[in-house]
């Protein structure tokens, strides 16, 4: 079997999922059609229709797309079919239903940001970065009914430094979720359809999951030690943002945070220390040093402008 014959569905929708099919298409592969998501309202008043950025490139690239509201709808399972297609890859998608991902005579393989099972979920990205994560990596999968359950055809390891964000570790396993999809397509080609995979085993000690994020999710708790609260703001910078209340009524999001030995002392958790031209908030054990932070409707600033608007003598709180 060569590249030319096997016939493939990629599906994707954010910018995420992009570069996997640019490699594809670079390197020869026979897609046939691309699937994603509907074309999104934007602007204040909704009137214009953005279209992902998988769609863009592949209209591109003169691909055929298919974006279907629901994924078992009858007009979209037999338009589907007509691709005939060996296999499909799945990359920053949604779920499929069985009908979908069974359809294939070689399956469908999804390509996870994460070392899997840890990490099952919607935002393995963000939810290794809060959780202190020094390493996290892509896995390549079959799909079956669970979510994020299939046997494991390849992984791949991605080191976190200490100061990444989540925009640096999505960059880098954008590009390395790329190149595990390439290995994997080379792997499916060679066994015939058939490439080696392992079962996921959960581990002794469980499983660290990766939700959806909600507003809710992103509040930050500043009864928790400095560490885990400077991880949880570099694990949602620069979105969808850790966010916090002043005690004047205003909503804070908070970009980017620096640990510093200093302790929190009689300081309560939450409270607002001003030091010339730091900002400095207690937590648990230590303070934290706040860098880049934006107040409700106004511009992302530096912790130096937000000081020096802060009325002298007041003492402040976020919760």
Excluded at 10 to 27: D, H, Q, S, W
Excluded at 290 to 319: H, T, W
Aim: hydrophobic share 40%; aromatic share 8%; glycine share 6%.
């Amino acid at each position: 079997m060569t590249k030319q014959d096997l016939r493939i569905i990629y599906m994707g929708t954010p910018e995420f999922a992009v570069e996997p099919l640019k490699r594809m298409i670079e390197n020869g592969y026979n897609v046939v059609a691309v699937v994603t998501q509907p074309d999104k309202p934007v602007g204040r008043h909704g009137s214009v229709l953005q279209a992902p950025p998988v769609k863009q490139f592949a209209l591109e690239k003169g691909l055929p797309v298919l974006q279907p509201e629901k994924m078992k709808a009858p007009d979209f399972i037999e338009t589907l079919r007509t691709y005939r297609a060996d296999l499909q890859v799945v990359v920053a998608f949604r779920m499929l239903p069985e009908m979908v991902w069974a359809m294939p005579r070689f399956g469908t393989f999804n390509v996870h940001a994460a070392l899997l099972p840890q990490y099952r979920g919607a935002a393995p990205i963000n939810w290794a970065v809060i959780n202190g994560e020094t390493r996290t990596g892509v896995t390549t999968f079959f799909l079956d009914h669970d979510i994020d359950t299939g046997c494991i055809i390849r992984q791949m390891p991605f080191d976190i430094p200490d100061e990444a964000d989540v925009e640096y570790v999505y960059e880098g396993l954008m590009h390395l979720g790329a190149d595990i999809c390439m290995k994997t397509l080379e792997d499916i080609i060679l066994a015939e359809g058939h490439p080696h995979c392992t079962p996921q085993q959960v581990p002794a000690d469980g499983l660290h999951p990766a939700p959806k994020l909600f507003k809710d999710t992103c509040r930050i708790d500043w009864h928790q030690s400095a560490k885990h609260v400077y991880d949880f703001v570099r694990g949602l910078s620069p979105y969808p943002g850790s966010w916090t209340e002043l005690n004047t009524g205003q909503v804070l999001k908070i970009y980017h945070a620096t640990k510093t030995q200093e302790s929190a002392g009689d300081y309560e958790p939450g409270q607002l220390v001003l030091q010339r031209r730091r900002l400095l908030i207690a937590c648990a054990d230590d303070l934290l040093q706040i860098d880049k932070l934006q107040l409700a409707d106004k511009k992302r600033m530096d912790a130096a402008c937000f000081v020096n608007g802060l009325p002298a003598g007041e003492k402040y709180f976020v919760s």
